[in-house]
């Protein structure tokens, strides 16, 4: 899919009351993409994969997305990345294994080091393939939670991300949204 097809695809702005959805954007590679200066590399071709900066030939088309909810001072995105069937699947196998290779990361913070711990969690039955993960680390405000929900959808790899910070619940991208998304993606692709 081009990144005109994938905005196309996109969740559509606004459908629900609750949200402020931002309009979908075309994201241009930029020098340094898929260069994460983390301690374990498994961790950062995890993230790489995850995040669709993994490099890549060709390189995938990309769009992404920021979600607010009414209730919620973190929000959320969405990361679309069309790599062609062949590249979709040997991304989604860097992600996979990277999850089960990555447990701890150290990275450069603006005021302090960040310390993440990833675990697996237990993945959605969307897509053709999907994984579910945590990265935690401390903050001043408590726990720093970021959510992973990426799933491939044919040539397609879609990756919710949702943060919590000092909350005592991990609050996760909206189930409903995601498989809206993935049935979205299907049907642009079929």
Same mark, same amino acid.
Not at 127 to 146: C, I, K, L, R, W
């Given at each position: ?38 301690? !374990?590399? @498994? ?5 790489? &994969?995850?995040?669709?900066?993994? #490099? ?5 088309? /990309? =769009? ?63 897509? !053709?393939? @999907? ?5 935690? &680390?401390?903050?001043?405000?408590? #726990? ?5 929900? /990426? =799933? ?39």
């Amino acid at each position: 899919m081009t990144a005109e097809q994938l905005v196309a695809a996109a969740l559509p702005t606004g459908e629900m009351g609750d949200s402020d959805w931002h309009p979908v954007a075309v994201r241009e590679p930029r020098r340094g993409d898929g260069e994460y200066e983390v301690s !374990d590399p @498994a961790c950062g071709r995890l993230l790489e &994969a995850a995040g669709a900066r993994r #490099p890549s030939q060709p390189s995938p088309a /990309v =769009v992404g997305q920021t979600f607010n909810w009414n209730d919620d001072l973190w929000g959320g995105n969405s990361t679309l990345a069309s790599y062609g069937n062949s590249g979709a699947v040997a991304v989604f196998d860097q992600v996979r294994e990277g999850l089960s290779n990555c447990r701890y990361y150290e990275a450069p913070a603006p005021t302090t080091v960040y310390k993440g711990t990833v675990t697996a969690g237990e993945a959605p039955p969307l897509g !053709d393939e @999907a994984v579910q993960f945590e990265v935690v &680390a401390p903050s001043e405000m408590g #726990p720093h939670v970021t959510q992973y929900t /990426v =799933v491939r959808s044919g040539s397609v790899i879609a990756t919710f991300t949702k943060l919590s910070v000092g909350d005592d619940r991990v609050r996760a991208f909206p189930p409903a949204m995601i498989a809206q998304q993935i049935d979205l993606l299907r049907q642009a692709q079929s």
